[in-house]
């Protein structure tokens, strides 16, 4: 597979690893192990995979997105901004129209962050992700999210669910820590000069309030 420049099909062709794709015999997989994806920007530690372990009581773990959304449309409403999940929208929504009045799916379904997701069993995973992975594939669509809570619907019972903050993973961008704390260094400046100002300015107040009013002292 050639990678491509381009932003949305970059975006699809990672989900490759994200939905399993790739051979799992040049990770030294071998039956029975689990695999844990997440993204780039979390900042996964060995404490959190050990609590994914310990309260994943089915075959997939993943966890609720930050900002709650009990239906599909409100992903799409959402994601329609970014310019490379608009390019194939109109297809997307066309298909889960599809999905819901031929196949009994719903639009009802709290949208799962896909950004950590814990393979617990590889069999049953590998049913949901190929799926997935085809959806977005055949539909130009990087957003998986909204595929994601299509499918998934039909494996509930496989599933664990949990709250965006159990696992406490830090969620940075690339150099966003160093990001932040320039904005922190720029706004402290800004206001250090505000500031000196400002008591300069009362103390020349001060001074003409002093040689006006002296005279009733």
Excluded at 57 to 78: D, G, V, Y
Aim: charged share 30%; hydrophobic share 35%.
């Amino acid at each position: 597979m050639e990678l491509s420049n381009n932003y949305r099909i970059s975006s699809i062709q990672s989900k490759f690893i994200k939905f399993l794709q790739f051979d799992k015999n040049k990770i030294n997989w071998s039956p029975g192990q689990s695999i844990i994806y997440f993204d780039h920007k979390f900042k996964v530690l060995s404490r959190h995979i050990i609590r994914a372990q310990e309260i994943c009581n089915s075959s997939i773990l993943i966890r609720n997105t930050p900002i709650e959304k009990l239906t599909i449309e409100e992903e799409i409403r959402e994601s329609i901004v970014q310019e490379r999940y608009k390019e194939s929208m109109e297809e997307t929504k066309k298909w889960i129209v599809k999905k819901i009045k031929f196949e009994k799916y719903s639009n009802f379904n709290r949208i799962m962050n896909t950004g950590f997701i814990f393979y617990k069993d590889i069999s049953i995973s590998q049913e949901i992700c190929d799926q997935v992975y085809k959806a977005c594939v055949d539909l130009g669509q990087p957003e998986c999210q909204i595929i994601w809570a299509i499918i998934s619907q039909k494996y509930n019972e496989k599933i664990t669910r949990i709250n965006w903050d159990e696992l406490d993973i830090y969620w940075q961008e690339p150099g966003f820590n160093s990001f932040v704390i320039k904005c922190l260094k720029k706004f402290r400046s800004f206001w250090a000069k505000k500031f000196k100002l400002f008591l300069k300015i009362l103390k020349i107040i001060k001074n003409i309030l002093k040689k006006k009013y002296n005279h009733y002292l």
